[in-house]
């Protein structure tokens, strides 16, 4: 049996009854500080599905996180977890998992009686607990693992016995905060599908706190985008990704580049720079959002001859470097327009090159 079969055979036997998560008007300010770390907060999560929280550093997504666990309490606004206000409900009393950054695992039980744990303290009968166990481990495909002392466990196992502990007590919601992050990268790769699997099968409602916008790309349902305290956009990870709302949204997220439009030569396109016309969605905006993937560029001496008002530009490299498939840069054009752009081969800063766009996709419009 598959990974994910085995956990979708669990989840007949430990489905939950998955509730969604609202939070209303949140603001919060901590004691002693004059600025809000949050305001005027809405965040609406379906039954069973995973958010991330992303945003740069000191934008609030911890506060947040904190907030709907029950360890602070909001200055305004509400949080309801299913039909339940629980604005004022103590920490212990939301039904929520946690799963803090470095895993907080108890070091002096075994792997069983940390998952076990959360069970104890419900008060639940041994017999319940030992079943209960018996799925977690299953479910988080740790077996093996039931009775060895979590200090001899690697990273990735450390990790799987965490979010089982978290899961264990049948919570409503499940928060994590950097999930991945105690991970080496290629391990974290690795463990991204294996822990949306896990959430899936568990069929709890999840909001996770990254850094790595991969992470929250790939896993998350719904994203959401803050910065500064506030939301700046949410919605699908492919509607934040391709459709961002605002100039400092596509330039946060995937690291867009925001150009000014210089004029629309017809429905669906626009020209920013002599020679450079571009395929866009016609959403409205003085600015495109453009990214590296939406230009190539080839050494000018190759050959084509730049056309003006057709489909070249000339230019010259700032940057190159290795991305893998492709090179990525970025290249001043004649008329001083800077552009991302890939390139199949590696081209000194400095050489002349020749930029046409890909169009591959039609690219959004932003407001300057
Ligand atoms: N205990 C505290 N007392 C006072 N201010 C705090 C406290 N904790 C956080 N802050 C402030 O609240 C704001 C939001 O912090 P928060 O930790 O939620 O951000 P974050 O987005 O999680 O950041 P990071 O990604 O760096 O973890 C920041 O301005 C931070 O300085």
Redesign the pocket.
Known sequence: MTASAEQATVLQTTALQATALQCRGISYR????T?A??EDIDVDTPAGSITA?V????????????LVGGVLRPNQGSIRIGERDMTRVPVQRRQIGWVPQQYALFDHLDVKANIAFGLRAQKRPSAERRRRVAELLELCQIQDLADRSVDDLSGGQRQRVAIARALAPYPQVLLLDEPLAALDPQLRGRLRADLSAMIRAAGVTTIM?T?DQDEALAMSDHLVL?NA?RIEQSGTPEQVWHRPGTSWAAEFLGGATVVAVEDRPRAGRVRISAGVEIPVRDDGGDGVAVRALDFAAAPASQGEVPDVGGELALGTVLAMEFGGDRYRGRVRLETGLELPCTASEYMEVGTQVSVRATHHREIPEVTL
């Open positions: 901590y004691p002693g500080t600025r770390a949050l929280l945003g740069p550093s000191g934008c609030g997504k911890t506060t947040l996180l904190k706190v850094h803050m305290g």
